[in-house]
């Protein structure tokens, strides 16, 4: 029987949801406007105020956004775009945990020498054989302590007094907790973890409310950096990471294109250098904005911007080609972007992972992935959700050990690493699977 998979990105999958509205949905007051360059912003005297989220590019604030970008007329802009909605879906559902499909038995107790969490025996990825070698990885390491990297997870939130998650948690170290004042005058108050785009002062200000209400966020940052060694739950793929939680998404998933180029920009600007992004949509209504700022923030902050490729196939029958059926952001064309394919226990292509020769990047273990959620609690779910995390705890521990490594070298060690696959090669350009021991092997060698 074909497992009900998980994921922000379920697609067609979801009954009751679609992926294309009859009527597309944008916010009424928001209008994003792209001047050409050395321009500054167009005046209107619809414009009510103004922010500027890249160079060149504004957010504006309007009584009518219909109005004003008929209106708009210069040779200085570049392109107007209306701020759109991702379209509500329902969210996902977890999944018990199933040993048979894990294969349990590949896991050996040698494998555990490095880790004393509870239940480290439920992370199949962590395995040689079909997942990314973590085991081993972890039992030759270079012989100098990685340097620590904030991985920012922009998602629905995060339960950071989670018993995994409370020690790994990024803290502002500019801002003084409750005092309500912007410390570091960074536009923000309180904003000890991170920032929430969807819950908003009357300025419009973002909050600092990023406790999860849906445990999407959590599971993911589990994934990622779940605290080692600590006799409890799991272990996430790196030990070096602290999670900056960005809750962007809504539990209906129907979060603006603003609430996620905000994010980013957040993100960038206190020293993320790897982003998650575990959502999308299968519409991008012709605008490049979300685009832009990946460019931008790969070219001025050095960030990675990992995507999870979508869950709208039906394989192995009817493969979702993210080439020809664009999904985004993960078929933008962004270099500093790192594009993920889900695999299986077995090695397999999971039968509801989109594909692409041209625009995903590789797969990782993303098939009943047991991890954390809210409440001291743990689950299993799948999904290209659950595959990109692994894949930012694995760039996470190359860049730590490799600082010096540009964007591109990061994506190049990883790309070129793979453990290759027949099944892949024509699905993926890596044509492979992630493998930290072979990345921390292939980043050396780039580094020199």
Same mark, same amino acid.
């Given at each position: 029987m074909m497992k009900i998979t998980t994921g922000i990105l379920m697609g067609l999958l979801i009954l009751g949801t679609t992926a294309h509205a009859a009527h597309e949905r944008y916010h009424p007051n928001h209008l994003f406007i792209k001047m050409k360059e050395g321009k500054g912003l167009v005046k209107s005297p619809l414009i009510t105020s103004s922010r500027e989220i890249i160079d060149g590019l504004y957010l504006v604030n309007t009584p009518n956004a219909d109005t004003l970008s008929q209106t708009l007329n210069s040779n200085a802009i570049e392109y107007v775009e209306k701020d759109y909605y991702a379209g509500k879906k329902s969210m996902p559902k977890l999944e018990a945990f199933d040993p048979i499909e894990l294969q349990i038995k590949s896991i050996t107790n040698l494998d555990f020498l490095n880790f004393n969490d509870r239940y480290v025996n439920k992370l199949w990825a962590f395995n040689g054989e079909f997942g990314m070698d973590v085991f081993k990885a972890y039992a030759s390491l270079p012989n100098w302590a990685p340097e620590e990297?904030?991985?920012?997870?922009?998602?629905?939130?995060?339960?950071?007094?989670? *018993?995994?998650? /409370?020690?790994? $948690?990024w803290i502002n170290p500019g801002e003084i907790p409750g005092d309500g004042i912007d410390n570091d005058n960074n536009g923000y108050i309180d904003d000890i973890h991170g920032?929430?785009?969807?819950? &908003?002062?009357?300025?419009?200000r973002a909050s600092s409310n990023t406790m999860a209400s849906h445990w999407h966020g959590t599971h993911v940052s589990g994934t990622i950096a779940a605290t080692q060694n600590n006799g409890v739950g799991i272990a996430g793929v790196a030990n070096n990471v602290k999670i900056m939680a960005l809750r962007t998404v809504p539990?209906?998933?129907?979060?603006?294109? +603003?609430? %996620?180029? *905000?994010?980013?920009?957040?993100?960038?600007?206190?020293?993320?250098?790897?982003?998650?992004?575990?959502?999308? /949509? +299968?519409k991008n209504e012709?605008? $490049? %904005?979300? &685009?832009?700022?990946?460019? *931008?923030?790969g070219k001025k902050y050095g960030v990675l911007v990992v995507v999870s490729s979508g869950n709208d196939s039906w394989g192995p029958f009817n493969w979702q080609d993210n080439d020809t059926n664009l999904k985004y952001p993960a078929s933008f064309d962004s270099p500093n972007m790192l594009v993920i394919a889900s695999s299986t226990s077995a090695g397999k292509l999971s039968n509801f992972s989109n594909i692409g /020769?041209?625009?995903?990047? %590789?797969?990782?273990?993303?098939?009943?992935?047991?991890?954390?959620?809210?409440?001291?609690?743990?689950? +299993?779910?799948?999904?290209?959700? $659950?595959?990109?995390?692994?894949?930012?705890? %694995?760039?996470? $521990?190359?860049?730590?050990?490799y600082p010096q490594l540009s964007v591109d070298g990061l994506k190049e060690a990883i790309t070129s690493s793979v453990v290759k696959s027949a099944e892949f090669s024509d699905k993926m350009t890596s044509g492979g699977r992630i493998n930290l021991k072979a990345a921390l092997k292939k980043a050396k060698h780039l580094e020199k």
């Open positions: 990297i904030i991985v920012a997870v922009v998602d629905t939130g995060v339960d950071h007094n989670h *018993e995994d998650l /409370k020690d790994v $948690m920032i929430n785009t969807i819950d &908003r002062d009357q300025n419009g539990d209906n998933s129907d979060e603006l294109d +603003s609430n %996620v180029v *905000e994010s980013f920009k957040y993100a960038a600007k206190n020293g993320a250098k790897i982003i998650n992004c575990s959502f999308g /949509k +299968s012709g605008g $490049m %904005v979300v &685009r832009d700022v990946i460019n *931008e923030i /020769k041209l625009t995903v990047d %590789v797969a990782a273990p993303g098939s009943n992935i047991y991890s954390t959620i809210n409440g001291n609690g743990y689950s +299993s779910a799948s999904g290209t959700s $659950m595959a990109a995390p692994n894949a930012s705890g %694995v760039a996470a $521990m190359v860049l730590g050990y």
